[in-house]
């Protein structure tokens, strides 16, 4: 099958493109397909090079790189949807090139056969007028009103895209798949979660790798460090976290907050809770187990998150976990068992109580670390792209009878 897969970017820093690299690489490698990877940036793939219909070869991804345009966000991101489809327009005339599928993860083109949903913007647009709305992390003129208008867009594309019909979705948790029905009527989605790469992530290499991580980053052997990963901290429950740390003054806590959003909201937050000094921002790094390494538990209270890759990674280095029932994730966690799922939404003062336990509980800590790491086994990339695959079949039969019905017509 050949396969254009269309996105921005695709690297092992961030959790949405580090699904899509797993997947690709086996989409190529176990099902043979002849991929063209469409975007402005691709780091840690094996990629070839090559633009005709003969150039590239079943088993390997060729990239086509997409020109980026300069200018704010919003702009680069107009730009992008129009560009991509040009390049494969050209691509077709000009390299005789044309495709089974064109597979993309979320709304990245106007064109795609099958999507892969990984957030819903609608969903997200309204956790950004709540965030607007707070005084405590309310973000600076400017970010308000770009943000308020890039949303306006993308909720105005997933209404023309998701609408359609001839386009498969799938998403990674049975919770998105609630919001696309909810907003969209689509009540044909297919649930597919994520996976995790268990040969990289697992209790031996974090231990192996924890003295030296948590060295680089001056944690000392008495400190208690929690760890959230992930862009769009609003939505990622960053406050709450801060807040729960503030009402446990007398714990030798520390945080890691990993990812790309405006830090200044947050650390006004943090300031006026006086753990200010206690709190470590990092950029992503594709070199993920670095964080889970140097951290005794991972805290993601997210108010929206349609999976939650972190989570499901460090339970699989046997961390234990705590999130909230609106990460999808939370559907394969045993409440208590191999993690902890909050109740309250928001839920500062639970959160601040499972923290105080598991701080003070080493041997629960162990427990639920085992428990964890054992349940994330069943979690593998291989069972997430054999679902696309069976997907990708679907959606290409599907296709071929609808041209054959065409052409009746």
């Known amino acids: 099958m050949r396969l254009a897969v269309v996105s921005p970017f695709v690297d092992r820093r961030h959790g949405t493109e580090r699904a899509l690299a797993e997947?690709?690489?086996r989409l190529a490698g176990k099902y043979r397909c002849e991929v063209h990877l469409y975007a402005q940036r691709v780091e840690d793939l094996a990629i070839t090079s090559g633009r005709g219909a003969g150039a590239a070869s079943c088993g390997a991804i060729s990239w086509h790189r997409v020109p980026c345009l300069p200018g704010p966000p919003v702009l680069q991101f107009i730009a992008w949807v129009f560009v991509?489809?040009?390049?494969?327009?050209?691509?077709?005339?000009?390299?005789?090139?044309?495709?089974?599928?064109?597979?993309?993860?979320?709304?990245n083109c106007f064109d795609a056969d099958v999507i892969l949903v990984h957030a819903v913007f609608q969903r997200a647009r309204?956790?950004?007028?709540?965030?607007?709305?707070?005084?405590?992390?309310?973000?600076?003129?400017?970010?308000?009103?770009?943000?308020?208008?890039?949303?306006?867009?993308?909720?105005?594309?997933?209404?023309?895209?998701?609408?359609?019909?001839?386009?498969?979705?799938?998403?990674?948790?049975?919770?998105t798949a609630g919001q696309l029905a909810q907003y969209f009527q689509r009540d044909d989605v297919r649930v597919i979660p994520n996976g995790v790469d268990t040969?990289?992530?697992s209790p031996s290499h974090r231990l192996a790798r924890r003295a030296e991580a948590r060295s680089r980053r001056n944690f000392r052997d008495g400190e208690f460090v929690l760890l959230l990963i992930g862009n769009a901290w609003h939505a990622k429950g960053l406050a709450t976290v801060l807040r729960a740390m503030g009402?446990?003054?007398?714990?030798?806590?520390?945080?890691?907050?990993?990812?790309?959003?405006?830090?200044?909201?947050?650390?006004?937050?943090?300031e006026r809770l006086?753990?200010?000094?206690?709190?470590?921002?990092?950029?992503p790094d594709k070199d993920v187990l670095e964080f889970y390494a140097a951290a005794d538990l991972y805290v993601g209270p997210s108010l929206e998150d349609s999976f939650g890759l972190p989570i499901a990674e460090a339970m699989a280095c046997g961390l234990p976990v705590i999130t909230s029932n609106s990460?999808?994730?939370?559907?394969?966690?045993?409440?208590?068992?191999?993690?902890?799922?909050?109740?309250?939404?928001r839920g500062t003062k639970e959160l601040a109580g499972v923290i105080h336990r598991l701080q003070a509980d080493a041997e629960l800590r162990t427990k639920i670390g085992e428990e964890a790491a054992s349940a994330a086994c069943e979690w593998t990339w291989d069972r997430n792209a054999a679902a696309v695959?069976?997907?990708?079949?679907?959606?290409?039969?599907?296709?071929?009878?609808?041209?054959?019905?065409?052409v009746g017509m």
């Open 84 to 107: 991509n489809r040009a390049v494969r327009r050209w691509d077709a005339a000009f390299h005789s090139l044309t495709f089974d599928l064109v597979l993309s993860p979320g709304i």
């Open 389 to 406: 695959w069976k997907v990708l079949q679907d959606s290409a039969e599907r296709l071929k009878r609808l041209h054959v019905q065409g």
């Open 327 to 345: 990460a999808g994730v939370a559907e394969l966690i045993r409440n208590g068992v191999d993690g902890f799922i909050l109740e309250e939404l």
């Open 126 to 175: 309204e956790l950004w007028r709540e965030e607007v709305q707070d005084p405590a992390s309310r973000p600076g003129v400017l970010r308000r009103m770009h943000r308020g208008l890039f949303y306006r867009l993308l909720t105005l594309l997933e209404r023309r895209i998701y609408t359609r019909a001839q386009t498969s979705l799938a998403t990674v948790s049975r919770r």
């Open 199 to 201: 040969g990289q992530f």
């Open 247 to 270: 009402m446990l003054p007398d714990l030798p806590l520390r945080l890691m907050i990993v990812g790309s959003d405006e830090e200044e909201p947050f650390r006004e937050i943090a």
């Open 23 to 25: 997947l690709v690489e």
């Open 274 to 283: 006086g753990i200010l000094d206690r709190c470590q921002w990092s950029s």
